[in-house]
């Protein structure tokens, strides 16, 4: 039945020509129910058919059933179910809401469930609203219809809010929507308690993690480091505690004991077989550079020896150049605007601090019990940056910006500018008081170089316990301290 020239759902109203109304009776009638609610959310606005309405006229194709109904929802039924397996589902539906007042759906027939006999009307133009035949009294069906407002009230007051999973481009998404594929511009250090004794039963309180968080974000801040606070949180971490460490941990088992949580650093519990659950509160704080980090690509040529440039690491753990080489302006630092930016940054009395080396960040993230910052060891990137040069393979940096003024202006030919994801903060910690201290003399920083040359002098390794694998050259001479 073709119905594509009408309006899917539509509402007449025509005035009873009869001056007198009969009195109600218990007649039976075939009704409306509505099982689905409409998305469109217009179900109460009367072009809709409502609970309680009276069919007066049932239309497939050519077939027309007019009310009194024989044997009510029954003989429906079974009229639904021959028109639905001849295919004639195409349905309109008139039906009488009160005395006078008339309303039409135009809708189709759907089983109910799959493989049953049983048929429910599917609005055409609005798949989610739904309604089935029931045989009702007509009294009944007045007493729906005049119950229509409490009834809006009651649909309002239990409506149900739907959610779902839905499928997310993650791939595509993380491939094209960071400026650095699989890496995340979000930078943290988490600060683990301190322990208070030799025997590691006992920790220093929250507060003092804090502190120490505070005191290396400054220190940070005041030896050159371009870096600003964004946040800092506690995080708790579960291990399994015995003897001596379980003792002086606090007892969560009363609520009267919860304040005693408030600075603590390590609490524990018991689980339900008997073993003691301490729950340690570190501090992650959270940072970012100035002015987002800059990706700079050296490429190797042939006749390259040394790359130009020497790294070092400060105290808290970050891999800065240290220094560049002088009067070649075809060395590859040079050709690829590490030089002239180091040159600014020493202006400016920063760091030219290294993030990224291959896309792989290279920053410290963690802070042992001991107190120890665990950082990436120079004499490894060293080694590795040393073998970009001898494969001849382009090696990608990023660094730290430390002012924007500086990141929006181009460093070389294969520089380019990787902003911050975060917005700028409303506050910050401030810096030191010697914030505006000029960087260590060249002669300082060639005692902590670690570059290598292909010759390589004779060495002395000492160790340094800022890490527990990492090692730093001692007399190195200048010549051979350069990558």
């Not at 239990?158 to 839905?166: E, I, M, R």
């Not at 570059?451 to 890490?467: C, H, Q, V, Y």
Request: charged fraction near 20%; hydrophobic fraction near 35%; proline fraction near 5%.
């Amino acid at each position: 039945m073709d119905i594509s020239g009408r309006s899917s759902s539509q509402s007449t109203t025509s005035s009873s020509s009869s001056s007198t109304l009969s009195p109600l009776k218990n007649v039976t009638v075939l009704a409306i129910e509505c099982i689905r609610g409409t998305a469109k959310a217009d179900e109460w606005s009367g072009e809709l058919l409502q609970t309680g309405d009276i069919v007066e006229e049932i239309r497939i194709g050519e077939l027309v059933l007019r009310s009194p109904f024989k044997n009510g929802n029954s003989g429906v039924q079974k009229q639904l179910h021959s028109c639905f397996k001849s295919q004639q589902t195409a349905t309109v539906i008139r039906v009488r809401r009160g005395r006078d007042e008339f309303a039409e759906l135009h809708c189709c027939i759907v089983p109910k469930e799959a493989g049953a006999k049983k048929y429910v009307l599917r609005a055409i133009d609005d798949p989610n609203y739904t309604i089935r035949f029931a045989d009702r009294t007509e009294a009944e069906c007045f007493q729906l219809q005049a119950s229509r407002t409490s009834r809006m009230h009651y649909a309002l007051s239990t409506a149900p809010l739907q959610d779902g999973y839905v499928s997310y481009p993650w791939d595509k998404k993380i491939q094209g929507m960071l400026s650095i594929p699989y890496s995340s511009s979000y930078l943290s250090i988490l600060f683990l308690p301190k322990v208070s004794d030799r025997l590691g039963h006992r920790y220093n309180d929250l507060e003092d993690t804090l502190a120490r968080g505070n005191a290396w974000l400054v220190a940070c801040q005041a030896s050159g480091v371009p870096i600003i606070f964004r946040n800092i949180q506690t995080e708790s971490l579960l291990t399994k505690i015995s003897g001596e460490t379980a003792s002086p941990t606090v007892n969560t088992s009363s609520l009267t004991d919860l304040s005693n949580l408030a600075n603590a650093s390590l609490y524990g519990f018991e689980d339900y077989h008997g073993v003691d659950i301490g729950v340690v509160r570190a501090v992650r704080l959270w940072y970012s550079s100035v002015a987002g980090e800059t990706k700079l690509e050296i490429e190797i040529k042939e006749a390259d020896i040394k790359l130009g440039f020497a790294i070092s690491r400060t105290e808290e753990g970050f891999i800065y150049v240290s220094s560049v080489v002088e009067g070649d302006e075809d060395a590859p630092s040079a050709r690829s605007g590490l030089s002239d930016m180091y040159r600014e940054a020493t202006s400016a009395s920063k760091l030219l601090v290294i993030s990224r080396i291959n896309n792989q960040k290279v920053l410290p993230w963690i802070v042992s019990p001991s107190g120890a910052i665990r950082s990436f060891d120079t004499v490894s990137l060293s080694q590795k940056l040393s073998l970009h040069r001898h494969a001849k393979v382009t090696i990608p940096l990023h660094v730290f910006m430390w002012d924007r003024e500086s990141a929006s202006s181009s460093r070389g030919p294969t520089s380019r500018h990787v902003p911050t994801s975060m917005p700028s903060p409303e506050f910050g910690l401030t810096g030191h008081p010697n914030g505006n201290r000029m960087l260590p003399s060249l002669s300082g920083l060639l005692n902590d170089a670690t570059g290598i040359s292909s010759d390589g002098p004779e060495l002395r390794l000492g160790k340094d316990f800022t890490g527990e694998a990492s090692f730093r050259f001692d007399y190195i001479q200048l010549p051979d301290s350069w990558l």
